[in-house]
T-cell receptor, first 111, second 113 residues
């Protein structure tokens, strides 16, 4: 079945650093979604991508829809403490009724 | 505008019991989806409802059931609880079925002892 693989699993960064993470699949996706989840809360939609090659920004966040439609990337520039959390990629299955999710990338800022 | 609301926030049950979780979607959203999130993993799709009809079902046993009401709120029921049902249950709403931009509630944390 369709699966999403996220890397890295976790990241330790210094405040002010740029962050890059990615999501890959063996299947083609027509939509890529990036969510952030804080402890004890539900995921919050950050960026939605609908077209291969699309580059979309939301403040300091930038996400790209890979040309092959099998991957997507999320970059965070000049990280700040509130960026801490778990970042998930998600995409609709062929049935389009459900989202499948990666296992997440946990972002931790070193003190 | 109120976001997606879920109740209760936390719940403790014992094996064999049943549980009902509730969700109210964002005003104007007609589709509700339920997900189960086990610690350390991404959410797993359970159900999607649109206009009171089931539109999709994930790979969960028949102990899991749901329904959607005329006001678009929804309930998730789980019977004969197992220890492995302990998880965060998330509800997400969207304008229509197949709308991939889903907005999530804070979840209900279920602990089965």
């Amino acid at each position: 079945g369709q699966q999403l693989n996220q890397s890295p699993q976790s990241m330790f960064i210094q405040e002010g650093e740029d962050v890059s993470m990615n999501c890959t699949s063996s299947s083609i996706f027509n939509t890529w979604l990036w969510y952030k989840q804080d402890p004890g809360e539900g995921p919050v939609l950050l960026i939605a991508l609908y077209k291969a090659g699309e580059l979309t920004s939301n403040g300091r966040l930038t996400a790209q829809f890979g040309i092959t439609r099998k991957d997507s990337f999320l970059n965070i520039s000049a990280s700040i403490p509130s960026d801490v959390g778990i970042y998930f990629c998600a995409g609709p299955t062929d049935s389009n009724y459900q989202l499948i999710w990666g296992a997440g990338t946990k972002l931790i800022i070193k003190p | 505008d109120a976001g997606v609301t879920q109740s209760p926030t936390h719940l403790i049950k014992t094996r064999g019991q049943h549980v009902t979780l509730r969700c109210s979607p964002i005003s104007g959203h007609k589709s509700v989806s339920w997900y189960q999130q086990v610690l350390g993993q991404g959410p797993q799709f359970i159900f999607q409802y649109y206009e009171k009809e089931e539109r999709g079902r994930g790979n969960f046993p028949d102990r899991f059931s749901a329904r959607q009401f005329p006001n678009y709120s929804s309930e998730l029921n789980v019977n004969a609880l197992l220890l492995g049902d302990s998880a965060l249950y998330l509800c997400a709403s969207s304008f229509f079925s197949g709308d991939n931009e889903q907005f999530f509630g804070p979840g209900t944390r279920l602990t089965v002892l």
